[in-house]
C-alpha cells in the first residue's frame, strides 16, 4: 500500500505515467508539471530517497509509492505494478513532456489498432544545450505500452523493453535534462563506471595485454572519433565535445575499475 497518495485532477487519457525516482527534489516538479492534469493517472514510485522528493511528488498531483531502490529497470518493473489504465507511458525524473507529445500521443491511442508499443524520440539536453548530433539525436525510446505487454528483463542498465506486439514509431520528441551540471556529471561518471565494471566482471574478461589494449584504447578511441567526426558530434560544440569524451572516460575508467576489482579480489 502507498504511504501517501492524492487524485490527478482533470484527468482525461487513459494513461498511467509511470515515473521512478530518487534524490530527484531538482527535476521532479517540472517533470510533474508537464503531465499531471493530462494523464488520467501519474504514479511516482520513490527509491529511498533522502531528500523531498516524495513529499514534492504528493504536493504536486502525483499519486507516491516507496520501495527500495534496485537497478533503474528493475524499479520500472515494480512501478508498472501500480498502474491501472489501459497504456503505460514510461517517463524519468529528469524528463518533459511537451505539448506536441502529448497531442500525438493522445491521437495514437484513440486511432491505433495494429502497434503494442510505440518508441518516441528524445532529444537530450547536455548543460542546458540539446545535442543533435554525434548519434545523440533522435535516440529513439521505447516508452508507451499497452499495460501488461511490456517489462524490463531487470538485470541492469539500459535494458530495452520486452514488448509482446509489435512497436511503432512516433514522430514528436520528448526532453531530456541530463548533466546540468559538473557535479551531477560526475556522480553519474562514478555510476556509470562501476557498472561497466560488472559488466566485465561477470564476463570474466582475463587481464591482459590485448584486453588492455582493445577495452581501454581501441574500442573507446573509436566511438569517440565515431561520435565526433562521422556522426558529426563536434557540430555540437563545447557539450557535443563533452558528451563523447564521457563515453570514452566511462569505458576506460570502467575497465580500470574492472582491474581493480579483480586485483583486490586476488589479494
Avoid at 182 to 201: D, I
Avoid at 216 to 234: A, N
Wanted: hydrophobic share 35%.
Amino acid at each position: 500500500m502507498p504511504n501517501s497518495q492524492s487524485s490527478v485532477v482533470s484527468a482525461r487519457l487513459p494513461i498511467s505515467v509511470c515515473i521512478v525516482a530518487h534524490n530527484e527534489q531538482e527535476n521532479i516538479v517540472r517533470t510533474l508539471r508537464s503531465v499531471v492534469g493530462w494523464a488520467a493517472q501519474v504514479v511516482v514510485l520513490d527509491c529511498e530517497s533522502s531528500d523531498a522528493t516524495a513529499a514534492l511528488a504528493e504536493a504536486n498531483g502525483a499519486e507516491v509509492h516507496h520501495g527500495p531502490n534496485n537497478y533503474p529497470e528493475a524499479n520500472k518493473n515494480h512501478c508498472f505494478h501500480y498502474a491501472r489504465e489501459e497504456w503505460i507511458l514510461i517517463v524519468d525524473a529528469d524528463e518533459v513532456i511537451p505539448e506536441r507529445v502529448k497531442q500525438e500521443v493522445e491521437k495514437v491511442i484513440s486511432t491505433n489498432l495494429a502497434h503494442t508499443g510505440f518508441r518516441l524520440p528524445r532529444r537530450n539536453f547536455y548543460f542546458g544545450t540539446p545535442l543533435m548530433y554525434g548519434g545523440n539525436y533522435p535516440d529513439r525510446q521505447l516508452r508507451l505500452f499497452r499495460r501488461g505487454k511490456g517489462s524490463y528483463p531487470g538485470k541492469g542498465y539500459h535494458e530495452t523493453l520486452d514488448i509482446d506486439g509489435t512497436v511503432g514509431n512516433l514522430t514528436e520528441p520528448f526532453d531530456h535534462f541530463t548533466y546540468p551540471t559538473f557535479e551531477e556529471w560526475f556522480k553519474e561518471f562514478n555510476r556509470y563506471t562501476r557498472y561497466e565494471a560488472e559488466v566485465y566482471q561477470k564476463q570474466g574478461i582475463p587481464i591482459t595485454k590485448w584486453a588492455i589494449w582493445k577495452y581501454m584504447i581501441l574500442r573507446p578511441l573509436r566511438r569517440w572519433f565515431k561520435r565526433l567526426f562521422l556522426k558529426q558530434g563536434i557540430r555540437d560544440g563545447v557539450p557535443g565535445v563533452l558528451a563523447a569524451t564521457f563515453d570514452l572516460m566511462t569505458k576506460v575508467v570502467g575497465f580500470g575499475r574492472y582491474w581493480e576489482m579483480t586485483k583486490n579480489k586476488k589479494g
